[in-house]
């Protein structure tokens, strides 16, 4: 399987530590995975797709904006530099994905379920979030459900479960053995948001 992971800012710079333990879990695991910088690949010229066609299965952990996974963000009057986006999902044929990032199911991922009726794309609707104080519990329930979808999981019950996981977070922070945490009421909602944001398509 291949992780690609971008690192430019405070938000992208955790999710690629997330993507650096959730390959060091898949290793454990007996998978063989592939881990890069999706940065450098939006300028790589074929080596996107080289890595692409080697896997079966394709995790992004960074940003993404309602029509792409956002590689470079957007600087000045300089538009954001996509990794991947409706205008070349073709290259996520044959893949199952999941997109850990905001706005993962709604342009890109419609663009995916058009073009490939067999697939299963697994992402968010709106802004997925995390709480920065508690940033382990969300890390944990993502790579928990990453680690499900490597090992079979169908996408329908990845997403199932992992409603019911960000529920049960949710609840630990609001009335739960986490509700003394730093900013258990903040986490509470973030996690409950990401509860009612996840998809999957087609």
Known sequence: M????????CGSYSTSTWAATL???????????LLLDATALCRGGLSLQDAVECVDYV???GHGLQDEWTAL??????P??????SSSVNILSGRKVYACCCWSVTGLGAAYANRFSHGEYIGYDR?????KDNESEFRNVVIDSVAAFVQGDPAA???????YEWDRLSNAFSQGK??????????????????????HVP
Do not use: M, W
């Open 2 to 9: 291949l992780v690609l992971a971008t690192n430019y800012d």
């Open 178 to 199: 986490l509700k003394y945490r730093r900013n258990a009421i903040q986490a509470a909602y973030v996690a409950n948001n990401n509860k009612q944001r996840i998809r």
């Open 157 to 163: 019950k990845v997403v199932n479960d992992l409603a």
């Open 80 to 85: 954001s530099i996509p990794l991947v986006d």
């Open 23 to 33: 390959q060091a879990d898949l290793i454990g695991l007996g998978h063989i995975c």
């Open 73 to 78: 963000p957007a600087l000045g009057n300089r």
């Open 127 to 131: 802004p997925f979030g995390f709480e």
């Open 59 to 61: 995790v992004y952990c």
